[in-house]
């Protein structure tokens, strides 16, 4: 397989592991190990391709070492990818192929939730294998509520950034995925009175949001041309784009997915349509700060991981200000703090 890796940035390791009667191709990506051991979910996804695998692998990674980076924690980027399907691929023979992957990585990469990977999943891992985090087994447990609790601090920041106040009631915004994260992030909206618009892949989940929170359910790309304030993608990755950023009409994008930005160019494309954007890597770092708590010193502490985890608005409005004061985009900005922060610790 041949994967064009031009326009990326250096990646310190990049590792296959396959075991064809185990039904496992899996990608561990290591971007940086500059701050500490390189953390990161696995994702568990049936890629098209084999390069759209290990592109995605690499993006989520670098994401890591700046998402780390910009949350002040002693770790270095790191993120896997098995090509499959959770709902029907995924065993308990591919999960124990892949533990004796991580395995042999012998604590490089450390690894945790992320889609397609369940908290059962983690727990089933840390069994068989070192470095794994956010496991209910003397870890910190399912990192998704305070990955949803930090997009909420940061999306209700942007929106006082944007318009002075913060106050959700009558404020229409679109959920795409409705996922461990998205689901959250509803109720959370709801109970401030916000107007809500959702689509998943999965109608239960849909037909749900629309009976919990009177939602109104699109299908597809109707998500991102929906009629709102906000658009908060919570789904996959490369969802603004050329193609779709002319279709937003909402003047906010502050959502939990990873990777949201198809191209750096498209920062600048939302600039130009007067849409502020909270950086992915930013506003979705809640989970990794509380699973990062499992390291410190003493053990896990849930008290040190809530004020961690509300500096992340903090942090926005430190980066939507540099952005109107440089007349940057706001991932631009972010990526220059994240990587000034590797640079003077590699130095
Ligand atoms: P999840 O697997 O629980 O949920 C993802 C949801 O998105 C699913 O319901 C799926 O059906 C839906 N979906 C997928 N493609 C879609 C599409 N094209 N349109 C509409 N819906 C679609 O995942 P999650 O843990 O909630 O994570 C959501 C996003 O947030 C991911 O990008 C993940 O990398 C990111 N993230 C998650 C965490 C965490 O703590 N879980 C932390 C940081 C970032």
Not at 70 to 91: C, F, M, N, Q, R
Not at 194 to 211: H, P, Q, S, Y
Not at 292 to 303: F, K, L, N, R, S
Request: include cysteine; glycine fraction near 10%; aromatic fraction near 6%.
């Amino acid at each position: 397989d041949v994967v064009n890796l031009d326009g990326f940035d250096k990646h310190e390791q990049v590792w296959l592991g396959r075991d064809t009667a185990r039904g496992l191709t899996a990608i561990v990506s290591i971007h940086t190990t500059v701050l500490g051991p390189a953390l990161g979910g696995t994702r568990i996804w049936p890629h098209k391709s084999f390069e759209a695998s290990v592109i995605d692998a690499l993006r989520l990674s670098r994401g890591m070492t700046f998402k780390s980076a910009i949350a002040g924690l002693p770790l270095g980027g790191g993120k896997a990818v098995i090509i499959a399907d959770a709902k029907t691929e995924k065993t308990p023979a591919m999960l124990e192929a892949y533990a004796e992957m991580l395995n042999t990585l012998q604590g490089q990469y450390i690894t945790a939730e992320d889609v397609g990977m369940t908290l059962a999943d983690a727990d089933f891992l840390a069994g068989r294998a070192p470095n794994v985090s956010g496991t209910t087994k003397g870890g910190s447990g399912n990192p998704s509520p305070f990955t949803a609790e930090g997009t909420f601090v940061g999306l209700k920041a942007a929106l006082r950034h944007r318009t002075g106040s913060d106050d959700l009631a009558g404020i229409r915004v679109a959920v795409q995925g409705l996922g461990s994260v998205g689901w959250s992030l509803c109720q959370k909206f709801h109970a401030e009175g916000a107007v809500l618009t959702v689509c998943d892949l999965d109608a239960i989940r849909t037909t749900r949001a629309a009976a919990q929170f009177a939602a109104t359910v699109v299908e597809g790309n109707a998500i991102i041309s929906a009629d709102v304030d906000i658009f908060a993608p919570c789904a996959l990755g490369g969802m603004l784009s050329t193609d779709t950023i002319p279709l937003l009409k909402a003047k906010i994008v502050a959502g939990a997915a990873n990777n949201q930005l198809a191209t750096a160019e498209d920062g600048q494309r939302l600039v130009e349509r007067g849409i502020l954007y909270a950086p992915d890597y930013v506003i979705n770092a809640g989970g990794v700060i509380n699973v990062a708590a499992e390291m410190a010193d003493g053990g896990y502490d849930v008290a040190t991981v809530t004020p961690r985890v509300a500096r992340i608005a903090d942090t926005l409005k430190a980066i939507f200000e540099r952005a109107d004061r440089e007349g940057r985009t706001t991932d631009a900005v972010a990526e220059a703090m994240a990587r000034e922060i590797v640079e003077a610790a590699r130095k």
